[in-house]
């Protein structure tokens, strides 16, 4: 434990930049990810345990875009897209089977696939570790804030998150789609009813969500290793996320992400053995003060 | 008439009587010879990670097998019997490495084995060779302790890689050197957090704190093993601002932490010291290798720069698609360390009698420094291989200017080291 050190960085200009920038970049990502899971939950009402495969899926289909076309954007697209459309398929021909059966069964189901999808990339690309590489467009040296450094890439990520989080929180609360998927997360009965075609919504949440995966994973090949498996990190992460957040709450996925990012960034400074031991210390003050979580709805 | 269903004296055989009379004396005749030809292959049994994380590895030193006795049935065998390589993935769990093990032996009728498994594999592997004494041959752990502790030793049981303690005198040499001529005093650490990255940070630290005493290690940082991402490690070094940092990192974690210190320019401004860095699958991953840091050798074509080292190179390449690894070259050393033992032994295979012939084998090596690597008697590891630190530059082979630290002083070192753990 070392709080002077802590506090010494939080009144340095340049220290306080650069830890609120790693707290920025290590929360974005894993907000992208969290949001996606929680967007699933709470519309679906399902947990997909596979959400980190599909992360997964989303670097490794980058990583086949990028070294085809050398096109970063192109990399971005194949990411998101192709794990949107894994995501429906994932929804329509196996999770949709398994909707109101036990959490037993959906669990063993997820884990199948994550299993699946792990081997089918062993396949593919090896079992070895890949990098991406960093695209020419930010191969430049990082951007100085008040003596504080941040890599330009890593403002391109932090504003890719941001802005997909907004038009996310955008889409569900300001549009006449989001008021639907809403009023289908309350009472999917009476919007059937209405003669919205439900299934299709479900599709569509549930590729939305993966898509979001696929963003932070195509966001991630650049500079993290590609490995089989490497979703399961960022799942427990994620999981930790939308306990203190608030499962199914957008907005309360961003605050525990940004709440992860900066325990880590600021925690490496002032208690570093002891950071994991806090997310998670975190996670059972919200679950015993408040077990909805931050943001989430108290059940009726 | 029916010839074909006749019987008894005098009866004409049919076609079909004689193809199948046919068929069945060919089975009696040249079934036996079938059979003997299978009892001749010598099968040598392999547990090593196949899957996971670090396969890349194991695949490696499987490939090493595969030259090996490639080179060595094409010149006849040994005694006229192939080598045939049994392997098996233990996915690096060290009670899998014991299972297949055991398997090899009992089931799959191995007599001899190369472990090719990390240490906690190799721990495993090396109780049950004391149980079962085939001739083992570890080939890719370096924990010191496996061969140097006297409590742990197993008569049939050698070390045919490099060693925790060799590396960690000759990096605190050249560590050391380079502190003394670059001014660097302030350290910093960053290596995963188990017990592999920690106690190889200490020895390092150790050696070149006991060159150089002036240098301070002034913070340290333990990233988890696997972590994805490093990015408050990396600015936790920008805040401290040493003046140098060591790192134990390895495999993709370390291809991360250089292509996420590269974002930050953080090896412009630190001297960089890793003892994993120079393993070629790594400084092939990494797509912007800055250009000075300092590794330990792990595998080079051109160090030692000898024929034979560049036509193993070329060998292996043609088999695996990519340079050797350090698991590579430590395996491939083995099999030649093997294949002399047989044939010094006339093709016997009990562990008791290779080991005898095993003990104190120099042998001449593609990876020699000198002319020769030694299978020492004393604790059964090999000495006299490359415990080298070179610098990076951005083509391949990736790393040159090798600085070889003179064994008779890692020795003298390895003695005193041996003397204060209570190993000698």
Redesign the interface.
């Known amino acids: 434990m070392n709080l002077e050190a802590l506090a010494a960085?939080v009144a340095s200009a340049s220290?306080a930049v650069?830890?609120v920038?790693?707290g920025l970049?290590?929360g974005t990502?894993l907000f992208l990810v969290a949001a996606g899971l929680s967007l699933i939950f709470g519309v679906l009402g399902v947990i997909n345990f596979a959400h980190g495969a599909f992360y997964m899926l989303g670097a490794y289909f980058a990583f086949s875009a990028y070294t085809l076309t050398g096109s970063f954007l192109a990399a971005l697209a194949a990411g998101a897209l192709g794990v949107a459309a894994v995501g429906v398929a994932f929804e329509r021909l196996i999770m949709s089977r398994v909707y109101g059966r036990d959490l037993l069964m959906q669990l063993l189901v997820c884990y199948a696939v994550i299993l699946i999808l792990d081997d089918g990339v062993?396949i593919l690309y090896?079992?070895?570790?890949?990098?991406m590489?960093?695209p020419e467009a930010f191969?430049a040296?990082?951007v100085e804030v008040a003596g504080g450094?941040i890599?330009?890439?890593?403002l391109f990520m932090v504003g890719m998150a941001l802005a997909a989080g907004l038009a996310l929180w955008l889409g569900i609360n300001r549009t006449r789609t989001g008021k639907i998927v809403r009023a289908l997360a309350i009472n999917p009965q009476m919007v059937g009813a209405l003669g919205i075609n439900t299934t299709l919504l479900y599709a569509g949440v549930f590729g939305l969500g993966s898509l979001l995966a696929g963003v932070a994973g195509a966001l991630?090949a650049?500079?993290?290793?590609l490995?089989p498996?490497?979703g399961l990190?960022?799942l427990i992460e994620s999981f930790i996320v939308t306990v203190i957040g608030g499962m199914g709450s957008i907005a309360g996925a961003f605050l525990a992400a940004l709440l992860i990012g900066f325990t880590?960034?600021f925690?490496?400074?002032g208690f570093?053995?002891f950071?994991?031991g806090t997310m998670f210390a975190i996670m059972a003050l919200v679950l015993m003060l408040k077990p909805s979580g931050l943001l989430g709805r108290e059940a009726a | 008439m029916d010839t074909e269903s006749s019987g008894g004296p005098g009866r004409v055989l049919g076609r079909r009587q004689v193809l199948r009379g046919l068929a069945a004396g060919a089975a009696i005749t040249g079934f036996p010879h079938i059979a003997g030809a299978q009892a001749k292959v010598l099968r040598i049994g392999m547990p090593t990670i196949l899957s996971g994380r670090v396969a890349i590895l194991g695949t490696s030193a499987r490939a090493a097998v595969q030259l090996a006795f490639r080179q060595i049935n094409e010149a006849g065998g040994i005694a006229g019997r192939p080598l045939e390589l049994v392997e098996r993935d233990s996915k690096g769990r060290p009670d899998e490495a014991a299972k297949v093990t055991r398997d090899l032996i009992n089931n799959d009728g191995c007599e001899i084995i190369i472990d090719g498994e990390a240490s906690s594999g190799a721990f495993a592997v090396h109780e049950v060779i004391r149980d079962l004494p085939v001739l083992c041959l570890h080939t890719c752990s370096e924990t010191s302790s496996l061969s140097a502790d006297p409590k742990l030793h197993v008569k049939t049981a050698f070390r045919c890689a490099r060693q925790g303690i060799h590396d960690a005198v000759a990096g605190g040499t050249y560590a050391a050197k380079i502190a003394r001529e670059k001014g660097l005093r302030r350290w910093m650490t960053c290596s995963p957090d188990y017990a592999y990255g920690r106690d190889n940070t200490a020895e390092f630290l150790e050696f070149t704190k006991l060159f150089e005493p002036s240098i301070e290690v002034v913070d340290q940082v333990w990233p988890k093993l696997f972590a994805p991402d490093y990015t408050e490690s990396i600015t936790k070094v920008l805040q401290v601002k040493p003046q140098a940092m060591y790192s134990a990192l390895w495999g993709g974690d370390l291809v991360a932490f250089i292509e996420q210190g590269n974002l930050y320019r953080l090896f412009a401004n630190v001297g960089f010291f890793s003892g994993g860095l120079g393993d070629p699958p790594v400084l092939t991953a990494i797509k912007q290798l800055p250009p000075g840091l300092n590794t330990a050798y792990r595998y080079n074509r051109n160090y030692p720069g000898k024929p034979a080292n560049a036509a193993f190179a070329d060998g292996f390449a043609r088999i695996a698609n990519h340079e050797p690894t350090n698991w590579a070259w430590q395996t491939y050393l083995a099999c030649q360390f093997i294949a002399e033992a047989l044939k010094r032994t006339g093709g016997r295979t009990e562990g008791a009698a290779l080991a005898a012939t095993l003990k104190g084998m120099t042998l001449a090596s593609p990876f020699a420094v000198a002319e020769a690597i030694t299978m020492r008697d004393t604790d059964h590891t090999i000495v006299g291989y490359p415990v080298a630190w070179g610098r990076t530059v951005p083509k391949a082979p990736f790393v040159e200017d090798f600085a070889q630290d003179d064994w008779g002083k890692i020795l003298e070192l390895e003695a005193q080291w041996k003397k204060a753990k209570g190993y000698a």
């Open positions: 960085c220290c650069t830890q920038s790693t970049i290590v990502l062993k090896g079992g070895e570790y890949r990098l590489g960093m191969a040296p990082p450094f890599p330009a890439y890593y991630a650049p500079i993290r290793t490995t498996g490497m990190s960022i880590r960034a925690g490496a400074i570093p053995l950071v994991d």
